[in-house]
């Protein structure tokens, strides 16, 4: 199927490689697709690999409701060493012997649940307006304040040397290499990422995901963007609500719930808000 037209809306899943910034990739789709109004859900290290889910054209707007979304990624931890960027492609600050499993178990039940956590030091976390990794790469980094994150399971997949093997669902905004990091000082060792690969994304699965080369040929199409509110209650407009809703008024509420999506024929046409028995247009696609 050929690449929609630069007008399309929709969702674009992309399996990252691993030397590719999410950036590059966004601006290689923009290039493939024609415009410039592309966002993505969740950014993704140049050395890490996996799902990058892309938002294309008005879709972009539904950003908001993808963000905080749960991710599953599949990670290697390292002991023995912490690094500048708590991943692989930092200089060694310090070592330390790798600790017995015993004690590893017991560090990462206690990096499990709601965590405050220090963001890393080369992070895109601004102070200021001046980004962490700007200031870090001057040498003079800034202090980060903890940000409240969710780790909602640690799946150990296997111990091979100082190389821990794990599967971790966590909220959005959790930085997986911090993880790492506070693993190894949470053990009395030291600590960094050593590969990391995000598997899903809400409902987003990367074994659904095309490939960079793919992507380059042109022979995709783009998700509804109605999955990327799947989770909603949906009510179904008549011709008259969907003109009102276009034009910011509210409409008469039958769904249940405080969020609904608000569909008029087969199309996604706003996220509203409930405003006592009415719904109220948080979000609308089609253009008025």
């Not at 590719?20 to 601006?27: A, E, I, R």
């Not at 017991?106 to 990794?133: C, D, W």
């Not at 659904?208 to 179904?236: C, H, K």
Request: with cysteine.
């Amino acid at each position: 199927m050929k690449v929609p037209l630069p007008k399309a809306d929709g969702l674009l899943l992309v399996d990252k490689p691993s030397g590719m910034s999410s950036h590059t990739l966004v601006d290689h789709a923009r290039r493939t697709l024609g415009t410039r109004r592309i966002g993505h859900a969740g950014t993704l290290d140049p050395f890490a690999t996996g799902l990058l889910v892309m938002l294309v054209n008005r879709a972009t707007r539904l950003l908001p409701f993808l963000d905080n979304e749960p991710k599953c990624y599949r990670a290697r931890v390292r002991f023995g060493a912490q690094t500048s960027t708590d991943d692989i492609d930092g200089e060694v600050l310090s070592t330390a012997p790798a600790p017995e499993p015993a004690v590893v178990d017991r560090a990462i039940a206690s990096l499990t649940g709601h965590l405050l956590q220090r963001p890393p030091v080369f992070s895109a976390k601004q102070v200021g307006g001046v980004r962490a990794y700007a200031a870090a790469r001057r040498g003079a980094p800034l202090k980060l304040e903890p940000v409240g994150v969710t780790v909602f399971e640690w799946r150990l997949l296997g111990r091979d040397g100082n190389d821990l093997d794990v599967e971790i669902v966590c909220s959005g905004g959790t930085y997986v290499r911090a993880l790492a990091r506070d693993l190894g000082e949470a053990t009395g060792s030291a600590a960094h990422l050593a590969a990391l690969r995000r598997l899903r994304s809400g409902r987003f699965s990367v074994d659904d995901a095309i490939s960079v080369d793919r992507l380059g040929t042109g022979e995709f199409a783009l998700v509804s963007p109605s999955n990327a509110v799947a989770q909603l209650p949906v009510q179904t407009l008549d011709d008259l609500d969907a003109q009102r809703i276009c034009h910011g008024q509210m409409v008469p509420a039958t769904a249940d719930g405080e969020l609904a999506a608000l569909r008029h024929r087969d199309e996604l046409l706003a996220v509203a808000i409930r405003d006592g028995s009415s719904w109220r247009p948080k979000v609308v696609l089609r253009d008025a």
